[in-house]
């Protein structure tokens, strides 16, 4: 999770100082726009396994080169 990450961070840049419900926030925002718009937007869980995401990632944009 989020906090997990910066902790691993030898230094901090201004958007890590900011507190944690700034991003709880942000985070809403954006998973309300997806869910209005899944045609536009996908949701990937970033505390899943990163090769596990890396291959859905792919996956979801092959799909997208063969609509094109």
């Known amino acids: 999770n989020m906090i997990k990450r910066l902790k ?3 230094s901090l840049n201004r958007y890590d100082k900011f507190k ?3 991003y709880e926030k942000v ?3 954006y998973l309300k726009l997806a869910r209005n718009n ?3 937007y996908k949701i990937i ?3 899943l396994e ?3 995401n890396k291959k859905k990632i792919i996956q979801l ?3 997208l080169l063969w609509i094109i």
């Open 8 to 10: 691993l961070r030898k």
């Open 20 to 22: 944690y419900n700034f």
């Open 27 to 29: 985070q809403k925002g």
């Open 38 to 40: 899944m045609n536009k």
């Open 45 to 47: 869980n970033s505390d």
């Open 50 to 52: 990163i090769n596990h």
């Open 61 to 63: 944009i092959d799909k």
